[in-house]
């Protein structure tokens, strides 16, 4: 059922509904069709626990005996599963006397924990923000493409130029050293140094080989701090994905670099 789309199980429905003889009810017109309504159905890809409809037929007909006929009729894996008489009155006919008022959704991210998703839609939530204040609209199809690894250089090099080009001046008053280590090989540590007015990104360790600032994590944590605002957590730092001498100049790093922006 996930991969059907809705006009499909309508269909199915359609010729479910012929096919038990129920006495089903027409709209008037050129093109007639049968009076059936659906209340919030799901789009292609969505598996949903239940789908609700509403038959208008022309005869009176006992609730157990149109789920009888009708679940017969259907194709194997739709099943009805409950019938019921909408009251006479003022909600006779509409949708509304089914009493849906909302619908919780599930969405599965294999491999993505629940901290990483809601930082994304925060971050998508933003761009959409900015782009209204614009004057336009997000496009989150072009947003994929610029941000595919297809079209972007996802190298260190290009990365620490990237942290380069984000620097705001007048932020420190004194010069602070930043010892950037992503991993054993020597292309991986750099040294990142910034004072009131100008930054220095170089590959290597930092001369004398002290800094006042050591951030230590991988190549693909540091590039979504640069790139997606991406913020570490408890999580990152108690398990050790994410390690730093001085909290305080992390904040100042982040300030310097502009690092709640996405790039």
Same mark, same amino acid.
């Given at each position: 059922?996930?991969?059907?789309?809705? #006009?499909?199980? *309508?269909?199915?429905?359609?010729?479910?509904?012929? #096919?038990?003889? +129920?006495?089903?009810?027409?709209?008037?017109?050129?093109?007639?069709?049968?009076?059936?309504?659906? =209340?919030?159905?799901?789009? /292609? %890809?969505?598996?949903?626990? =239940?789908?609700?409809?509403?038959?208008? &037929? /022309?005869?009176?007909? =006992?609730?157990?005996?149109? @789920?009888? #006929? +009708?679940?017969?009729?259907?194709?194997? %894996?739709?099943?009805?599963?409950?019938?019921?008489?909408?009251?006479? %009155?003022?909600?006779?006919? #509409?949708?509304?006397? !089914?009493?849906?008022?909302?619908?919780?959704?599930?969405?599965? &991210?294999?491999?993505? /924990?629940? *901290?990483? $998703?809601?930082?994304?839609? *925060?971050?998508?939530? @933003?761009?959409?923000?900015?782009?209204?204040?614009?004057?336009?609209?997000?496009?989150?199809?072009?947003?994929?493409?610029?941000?595919?690894? *297809?079209?972007?250089?996802?190298?260190?090099?290009?990365?620490? $130029?990237?942290?380069?080009?984000?620097?705001?001046?007048?932020?420190?008053?004194?010069?602070?050293?930043?010892?950037?280590?992503?991993?054993?090989?020597?292309?991986?540590?750099?040294?990142?140094?910034?004072?009131?007015?100008?930054?220095?990104?170089?590959?290597?360790?930092?001369?004398?080989?002290?800094?006042?600032?050591? !951030?230590?994590?991988?190549?693909? !944590?540091?590039?979504?701090?640069?790139?997606?605002?991406?913020?570490?957590?408890?999580?990152?730092?108690?398990? %050790?994905?994410?390690?730093?001498?001085?909290?305080?100049?992390?904040?100042?790093?982040?300030?310097?670099?502009?690092?709640?922006?996405?790039?």
């Amino acid at each position: 059922m996930r991969f059907a789309s809705h #006009r499909d199980i *309508a269909r199915a429905v359609e010729r479910g509904v012929r #096919r038990a003889g +129920l006495p089903i009810a027409y709209s008037a017109g050129f093109s007639p069709h049968p009076r059936i309504s659906y =209340a919030g159905g799901a789009q /292609t %890809g969505i598996a949903s626990e =239940a789908e609700y409809l509403e038959l208008a &037929l /022309t005869g009176q007909c =006992a609730s157990s005996d149109v @789920r009888d #006929r +009708l679940d017969a009729a259907l194709p194997s %894996g739709i099943d009805v599963i409950e019938v019921f008489e909408m009251t006479s %009155g003022q909600s006779a006919g #509409r949708l509304d006397a !089914l009493r849906l008022e909302a619908s919780d959704w599930e969405v599965v &991210l294999p491999g993505v /924990t629940p *901290a990483d $998703a809601a930082r994304e839609v *925060a971050r998508l939530a @933003r761009e959409a923000v900015i782009a209204l204040r614009d004057g336009s609209v997000l496009d989150l199809g072009a947003a994929d493409r610029e941000t595919s690894p *297809a079209t972007r250089d996802d190298s260190l090099p290009s990365v620490f $130029a990237e942290l380069s080009a984000k620097f705001r001046a007048g932020e420190v008053e004194r010069t602070v050293s930043y010892y950037v280590s992503l991993g054993n090989d020597d292309l991986a540590k750099w040294t990142v140094r910034v004072d009131a007015a100008r930054c220095e990104v170089t590959p290597g360790k930092p001369a004398g080989g002290a800094a006042d600032c050591v !951030l230590k994590t991988s190549p693909e !944590l540091f590039t979504r701090i640069v790139r997606e605002a991406y913020v570490p957590g408890p999580a990152d730092f108690l398990s %050790g994905a994410f390690k730093s001498n001085d909290v305080a100049l992390l904040m100042t790093f982040q300030r310097v670099f502009q690092l709640d922006e996405p790039s």
